[in-house]
């Protein structure tokens, strides 16, 4: 990134706190101290880097977020936005490449003679890459596999013969591996996603943009527009997922604001009737937070519209040991037990007609 963003300076890595949130957005938490230091060169009383004398940062901040704010400035934010998320993708890979370069010098002398005849082909290339993704790191193993390697062979021959092209031999190869079946998938779905490791200040953009459209998301849910509002809240949830933080209070930022996008996601989903779908986003929303009280009463909710009453009770059993004095907890287990009731009486009934 350049040494000057908009024409502010960029924030020095220090002893920062972080970034924080309210609700208003994400605003930048430490761009330095305020306290001013004299320039003994004779260059002007200027300090923090040719900051004006009045050191006032709090209305430099103020000045920076209005002129992000202004609309006739959004076209630039957004497409400085993207320009930085493309040079932290291109960085990444290339990281991903000198890490995969280094494994290979590292392996012994037969893994490297194995794989060699595959490396100039993209594709297999690529193939031999996810060997450094063993979770015991233990590339060799793979290097010198006998039905791993004739599995490239053959590949490399299909190529090599035009039987098949390289988009034909990728196609096969994450058909396969996105299959939920093949026992690899989690694994594979697990190594291939795509993240970038931003700065605070690079932070403060992307969280900023999903909190707007977190906010669009719920203009149009309230309006009842729920294909769009699940429109607006999933794109908040990619760029969540897409980022990560090279510091701890910054990732748990990061994934305050993503457990805010699932269960709004969770929500949209629920006003469709998608209780499944809707389960599954609230429990990842609790293995970022096991006590988020928010995503216990929602599962809770949606497991009830699927009749799942005794997993239900149990999220709203946790809510209550964590807040005894939570109404909504309490409510909802009225009605789960009046659910439990019309269940049992409606089974009842179908049983007696089957009967008859």
């Not at 200040?201 to 849910?221: F, H, I, M, P, T």
């Not at 908040?236 to 996008?261: H, V, W, Y």
Request: proline share 3%; with cysteine.
């Amino acid at each position: 990134m350049a040494d000057r963003l908009f024409g502010l300076p960029q924030r020095s890595s220090g002893s920062g706190s972080g970034i924080t949130q309210n609700t208003s957005g994400v605003n930048t938490g430490d761009w330095g101290s305020g306290k001013q230091t004299s320039n003994k060169s004779g260059g002007g009383d200027q300090g923090n880097g040719g900051l004006p004398d009045d050191g006032s940062m709090e209305a430099l901040e103020a000045s920076f977020k209005e002129f992000c704010e202004r609309p006739e400035n959004k076209p630039m934010m957004v497409k400085h936005e993207k320009k930085e998320a493309k040079k932290a993708a291109r960085l990444n890979r290339k990281m991903q490449a000198f890490e995969f370069k280094e494994k290979v010098l590292e392996s012994s002398y037969e893994a490297q003679k194995n794989i060699a005849p595959f490396l100039e082909n993209r594709v297999l290339r690529r193939i031999v890459q996810t060997f450094t993704n063993d979770k015991y790191n233990d590339f060799d193993k793979w290097a010198r596999n006998p039905i791993v390697l004739n599995m490239l062979k053959q590949a490399h021959e299909a190529l090599n013969e035009g039987r098949l092209t390289d988009e034909e031999v990728e196609n096969n190869i994450l058909e396969w591996l996105k299959d939920p079946t093949n026992p690899s998938h989690d694994m594979w779905k697990h190594k291939t996603k795509q993240t970038v490791r931003l700065s605070t200040d690079q932070l403060v953009s992307a969280l900023n943009e999903q909190v707007q459209l977190r906010r669009k998301g719920n203009d149009l849910y309230k309006a009842r527009r729920f294909v769009e509002a699940l429109k607006e809240y999933e794109s908040a949830l990619g760029i969540c997922n897409f980022i990560n933080a090279l510091s701890s209070p910054d990732q748990f930022e990061i994934d305050t604001n993503k457990q805010a996008c699932l269960l709004n996601v969770a929500a949209v989903r629920m006003a469709m009737s998608e209780y499944g779908a809707a389960e599954k986003l609230c429990t990842e929303a609790l293995e970022l937070d096991s006590m988020n009280i928010k995503a216990l009463l929602r599962r809770a909710k949606a497991r009830m519209g699927r009749g799942s009453f005794a997993e239900a009770r149990e999220d709203l059993n946790r809510v209550k040991e964590l807040e005894p004095w939570n109404w909504e907890a309490e409510e909802q287990l009225r009605r789960l037990r009046d659910g439990a009731k019309e269940s049992l009486r409606r089974e009842s009934q179908l049983a007696a007609e089957m009967l008859a």
